[in-house]
């Protein structure tokens, strides 16, 4: 091509000029010339940094497909006389389909004699859509082809808003931060065993307080508790047990009488 209308950098139209003279003016710029509409007259050429340009055009097909919604179409397969365990089970797949925001293509398939016989594929397939009118929506109406007659539902815009806005409380709980919540035991008062273990529970629900104890704190201050029981009943039993044995005076006025 000896002419081409060129394009600048900055989007502007420089004009009509040679092929050699458009491409030394890139050059001179160290940018590429990229042919944008071939088939004007003459053609167009833009001056612009062609890795640039493929990079952002990635980007805009890349966000594009982001917000793009995927659909797809799932095919339920019914017999006009179908039992209604079997009928239970498909409805469930097709309630599931539905809720997963699938689109569900219902197939009667007749055999033999039963095409002459379309009313009982219709009043079917009418039954099906009548029950699941929550969540669907017919988007194309049961028609027969050959021994086949179909029907199209869709995901109702109850299930759809309803997925939205399960969407958006997420997002927004997932900005805000959520995590497990802690719960620290708070400590029980021990039995008053003796004074020690008074003290201890002091200590124990001031080292275990309620703004700052965490779990590690609570189980140390019931030990702690727990210790000091331990050493309280030793030493009641102790004592009790000093209480219960003779004295030496008492010993030597028991032995006189044995004797007398």
Known sequence: MPEVRLVGEDGKQIGVVKTADA???????????????????PPVCRVLDYSKYKYEQAQKQKAARKHQQQITI???????????????????????????????????MFRG??????????????RLASELSDIAVIEQSPIQD?????????????VLADEKGKSGADGAKAENGSGAEVQVPSLAPADDVSA??????????????????????AASAYAKVDGAKAEASTAAEAAAAVKAAPTPAASGAAAGDAAA
Request: glycine letters at 6%; aromatic letters at 4%; hydrophobic letters at 35%.
């Open 23 to 41: 491409l030394s003016y890139a050059q001179e710029r160290d940018l590429d010339l990229v042919e944008v509409a071939p088939d004007a007259r």
């Open 74 to 108: 799932r095919e339920i397969k019914f017999r006009p006389k179908i039992a209604q365990n079997d009928y239970d089970t498909k409805k469930g797949h097709v309630t599931r389909f539905l809720r997963g925001h699938d689109k569900v293509k219902i197939t009667i």
């Open 113 to 126: 004699r039963e095409v002459t016989h379309p009313e009982r594929g219709t009043a079917l397939l009418d």
């Open 146 to 158: 050959g021994r086949n007659m179909t029907m199209l539902l869709a995901p109702s815009k109850t």
């Open 196 to 217: 020690r273990a008074g003290t201890a529970d002091g200590v124990a629900a001031d080292d275990a307080s309620a703004n700052d104890a965490t779990a590690d704190d």
